[in-house]
């Protein structure tokens, strides 16, 4: 697959990553962890500079009594989490905002 991509990327530049998930996926998992560290590999951790994560099923009922702020705010951490780690930013080059 890897080859293929790269056949298809040949002398074409990356705008913009927009890396999708679901809101209500109350954790992250190891499929998480697999797809950044992939998208890395193959792009290179510079791609996340030009990324947004985007959560998406903004409907759902939060767990647990807390306040959909609280929830989102805790979701969209660990997802961040993941990315900074996977493509190995340190949290201080990372630019965040919230928009509910």
């Not at 939060?62 to 609280?70: K, N």
């Amino acid at each position: 697959m890897r080859y293929s991509l790269d056949r298809f990327l040949l002398n074409k530049t990356i705008d913009i990553l927009l890396y999708v998930d679901r809101l209500d996926a109350y954790r992250v998992d190891n499929l998480d962890r697999q797809v950044v560290k992939a998208i890395t590999d193959g792009f290179g951790k510079e791609i996340w500079r030009r990324g947004l994560v985007v959560l998406t099923h903004a409907q759902l009922s939060p767990p647990d009594g807390l306040s959909y702020e609280e929830f989102f705010s805790r979701r969209s951490e660990a997802l961040l989490k993941v990315v900074r780690l996977g493509a190995r930013i340190k949290k201080q080059d990372i630019q965040v905002c919230y928009f509910l």
